[in-house]
């Protein structure tokens, strides 16, 4: 499905209609050039999970946790991180669903993974001159989903 987004507003809503329709368990592969509008489109997910919190990018922190919604939001972002770097962190455990609850992982950066989680939303930001495309494609149990709006 690909999609035009004229502005990070139209980013920021395309982001609440994924939060208030993605199941739990569901991780988010962003990828997109620096001010693509991965960040905008989490904070619209977060919108759409109910949580109010600030949602800034954890370009430094790497992870940010957020509990205060319909489910968990866990954002990360591995630009600063090379590929080994981002498999040291054992990531999985925020799908896996063993160490912590089911949420929506939202990873920034996700090409710097080294492998991609089986049921995943692989979400391409880029630049046109009308404004953004979003094109959003889903693998495994993800494969047929579509948007509710």
């Known amino acids: 499905m690909k999609t035009l987004l004229p502005d990070s507003e139209a980013t920021r809503n395309f982001g609440a209609a994924l939060g208030r329709s993605l199941p739990p368990g569901t991780i988010i592969l962003l990828q997109g050039d620096l001010g693509a509008g991965k960040t905008t489109l989490v904070q619209g997910i977060a919108e759409g999970l109910g949580i109010s919190d600030s949602?800034?990018?954890?370009?430094?922190?790497?992870?940010?946790?957020y509990f205060a919604g319909r489910v968990p939001l866990y954002h990360l972002d591995l630009y600063r991180l090379e590929p080994e770097e981002a498999e040291a962190l054992h990531l999985e455990s925020y799908w896996d669903g063993l160490e912590r609850d089911l949420g929506i992982v939202a990873i920034e950066w996700a090409e710097r993974l080294q492998y991609k989680p089986d049921n995943s939303l692989q979400i391409y930001l880029s630049y046109l001159d009308n404004g953004r495309q979003i094109e959003v494609m889903g693998n495994g149990e993800l494969l047929n989903w579509q948007l509710e709006i």
């Open 55 to 65: 949602i800034d990018s954890p370009t430094f922190t790497l992870i940010n946790e």
